[in-house]
């Protein structure tokens, strides 16, 4: 492979594009009320960092008598890892409250707060006393956003082993989904040129000179609908409503923003938003805007663009990203 040259701006994209990028929620299994919130694009790693198993990196949970690690949550769907790093910092605040009803808590006015809200993010919960925690919902802060998708699947009870292994299989799942979705849209993009659905003008993947435009392709079963990602834009703008959702963010926000002191980050900037959600032109389901422009960057990487090798592997993305796009998170400890 070319040194630097051709590294760099890859690099680059798969900062801006992660694959994944997630903020998990670790519990002590030996001092149950001690915890551990960090973020990180690679959670299998990362679990195996804060247990020893791999020796760099993760040095705050080191201490004696705290390891195992479980990893009991993962909420993930960020657009990049600013945002991520957000929701660490703000449930590590020392008035976020100890137990793990708080951190649950936390976790709700975060998804209800508007700058997040508008993320439609995934919560993934893996373990049994978690997941009925979470469903006690003891604060009584319920989700605003329907769209937000709460994932039981990999739920263990707590052991070491299992709790990797049910990681394992998360990042697994994360991992085909992307291949299944990527493979079907370059299938479509490379089989010859494709109209714009919304402007009708063509788009061409197969023309030699690699100056492809971003596409926005639906990501539901047997869909095809495509158009350039900007025409969709001004569609999704739209079809966006001031929904009544909003005095209920507001009364979320000013909970959260009374609870820990760092409300600022949270604001929404004023007008000229991105969409949020809107339907899709062609078959009329729900198609989220973070997740269209996630795929429409990542179409390009593995098609090859602007002159760069095409990706092949999707932990491509990720192989050069490693260790420094980890997060070390407060570390709370209890004896
Ligand atoms: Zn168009
Ligand atoms: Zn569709």
Excluded at 34 to 45: A, L, Q
Excluded at 60 to 74: L, V
Excluded at 240 to 248: N, P, R
Aim: glycine share 6%.
């Amino acid at each position: 492979m070319p040194p630097s040259g051709s590294q760099g701006p890859r690099k680059k994209l798969a900062h801006s594009v992660p694959k994944f990028y997630g903020c998990y929620l670790l519990r002590s299994i030996p001092k149950q009320n001690s915890f551990y919130i960090g973020s990180t694009p690679d959670p299998v790693r990362r679990l195996r960092q804060h247990n020893g198993e791999l020796k760099a990196g993760a040095y705050k949970t080191k201490r004696k008598g705290f390891r195992p690690w479980e990893m009991i949550m993962i909420v993930h769907g960020f657009p990049n890892k600013i945002a991520a790093l957000q929701v660490t910092r703000i449930t590590t605040s020392k008035t976020a409250g100890r137990s793990v009803h708080h951190k649950l808590g936390n976790v709700r006015l975060l998804l209800n707060a508007p700058f997040f809200n508008r993320m439609n993010l995934k919560v993934q919960i893996f373990n049994s006393e978690t997941y009925k925690i979470w469903c006690t919902n003891k604060f009584g802060i319920n989700l605003s956003n329907q769209l937000i998708h709460i994932d039981y699947n990999n739920i263990q009870e707590t052991d070491e082993d299992l709790n990797i292994e049910s990681v394992v299989n998360f990042k697994q799942a994360q991992i085909e989904n992307d291949q299944k979705l990527l493979t079907k849209f370059k299938e479509m993009l490379q089989y010859g040129e494709k109209s714009c659905i919304v402007c009708d003008k063509t788009i061409d993947y197969i023309k030699t000179d690699t100056d492809y435009p971003l596409v926005g392709i639906c990501y539901h079963d047997s869909c095809d609908h495509i158009s350039h990602l900007s025409c969709l834009t001004t569609y999704f703008r739209e079809q966006e409503t001031e929904i009544d959702e909003k005095t209920a963010d507001e009364i979320a926000l000013q909970r959260l923003s009374q609870r820990i002191k760092i409300s600022e980050i949270t604001k929404l900037p004023k007008g000229n938003l991105i969409p949020q959600k809107a339907k899709c032109p062609s078959c009329d389901k729900t198609l989220i805007w973070s997740s269209l422009v996630r795929y429409s960057t990542m179409i390009r990487l593995v098609i090859g663009y602007d002159g760069k090798e095409p990706i092949t592997e999707l932990e491509e993305l990720e192989g050069e990203v490693n260790d420094k796009y980890d997060d070390e998170a407060e570390l709370e400890l209890t004896q």
